[in-house]
């Protein structure tokens, strides 16, 4: 079966950065679009930003735009968040999402937290 697994979450101090990892394993015949989703407690699952498998990449909310930059590496099956001048309302718990062999499937998740 096929699997998400994010990485590089925890906690860092408002301007740090963090790099977020998305590995999919198993048998994967195909990975189409690829995104990040975040959600803060008690608030709605929010799209951050998503990738084509071609590159194409959309930031969809305002205040992250200019400070997160979405990539992928298709030879490795990753997908990536670099997040730079974090924020208290960034904190959130941050999932990873793509279609893999034609199917939508989702990681379980790696939790951000700024604070100080």
């Known amino acids: 079966q096929v699997q998400l697994v994010e990485s590089g979450g925890g906690l860092v101090q408002p301007g740090g950065s963090l790099r977020l990892s998305c590995a999919a394993s198993?048998?994967?015949?195909?990975?189409?679009?690829m995104g990040w989703y975040r959600q803060a407690p008690g608030k709605e699952r929010e799209l951050v930003a998503d990738i084509t498998k071609g590159g194409f990449a959309t930031t969809y909310v305002d205040s992250e735009k200019g400070r997160f930059i979405i990539s992928r590496d298709n030879a490795k099956n990753t997908l990536y968040l670099q997040m730079l001048s974090l924020k208290p309302d960034d904190t959130a718990v941050y999932y990873c999402s793509a279609v893999v062999n034609w199917k939508r499937i989702w990681g379980q998740g790696t939790q951000v937290t700024v604070s100080s």
């Open positions: 198993g048998s994967i015949f195909s990975i189409d679009s």
